[in-house]
């Protein structure tokens, strides 16, 4: 049984669409966070939602949007895809608060998107 | 603003051999400190988290280090072997930020 869930695992696009990728967590944990992974493979972090609310945002463009339906899923919702968001955006959750606790991330496996 | 790197980029050793992992850290004002594991092509896995006010943490062959004032942590890795072939990525928090993780290590053990 998976932890945390991400669809699709690989996508495929052209510049311009709108796409959305969706996490989904079975942990019971209360705050799920998305993260990029660049090619050079550097993990940044782009949004943590605890409880269906934003908590921090770090600089990141608004054309990127989380979606939150409830405690368990957490979404990516990117308009007017470039170039430069090809990259691997990895969903991971934590048991408290993103800044409380002694929180272990549980992540999942990645979902690459490649815009052309 | 924390910054974490990690020494080696990449290391090749024979299986069998211990071997050493390094994570600096600028901020030395942590939370804790988490090693994570990465297969190619694949998610992130937990290994150790070391809180603060902790030395060392232990699993199996690993053994993770922490020296808080030096802004140091190292994943020792006993008895290596080729399944032990990741990429490692340590990660820092401080308190109120989120984690900020390090570039990685690539090891390969060879057989």
């Known amino acids: 049984d998976t932890a945390v869930s991400q669809t699709p695992k690989y996508l495929v696009t052209q510049m311009g669409n709108d796409k959305s990728i969706k996490c989904e967590q079975n942990?019971?944990?209360?705050?799920m966070y998305w993260y990029k992974q660049d090619s050079k493979k550097f993990l940044k972090i782009m949004f943590s939602?605890?409880?269906?609310?934003?908590?921090i945002n770090e600089t990141v463009p608004n054309r990127f949007s989380p979606k939150s339906p409830d405690k368990a899923h957490l979404n990516l919702h990117i308009n007017s895809l470039e170039l430069g968001d090809s990259a691997v955006y990895f969903c991971?959750?934590?048991?408290?608060?993103?800044?409380?606790?002694?929180?272990?991330?549980?992540f999942g496996a990645g979902s690459r998107l490649t815009v052309l | 603003k924390q910054e974490v790197t990690q020494i080696p980029a990449a290391l090749s050793v024979p299986e069998g051999e211990n071997l050493v992992l390094n994570c600096s850290f600028t901020?030395?004002?942590?939370?804790?400190l988490q090693w994570f594991r990465q297969d190619p092509g694949k998610g992130l896995t937990s290994l150790l988290l070391?809180?603060?006010?902790?030395r060392e943490q232990t699993s199996g062959r690993l053994n993770a280090s922490l020296d808080k004032s030096s802004g140091r942590s190292t994943l020792y890795i006993a008895a290596s072997q080729p399944g032990d072939s990741a990429t490692y990525l340590c990660?820092?928090?401080?308190?109120?930020?989120?984690?900020?993780f390090g570039p990685g290590t690539r090891l390969s053990v060879l057989p």
């Open positions: 991971a959750s934590s048991p408290g608060r993103s800044t409380s606790g002694a929180n272990v991330l549980t």
């Open positions: 942990l019971g944990h209360d705050t």
């Open positions: 939602y605890n409880n269906k609310e934003l908590i």
């Open positions: 901020d030395s004002a942590i939370y804790n």
């Open positions: 070391i809180q603060s006010s902790q």
């Open positions: 990660a820092v928090r401080n308190y109120g930020q989120n984690f900020v």
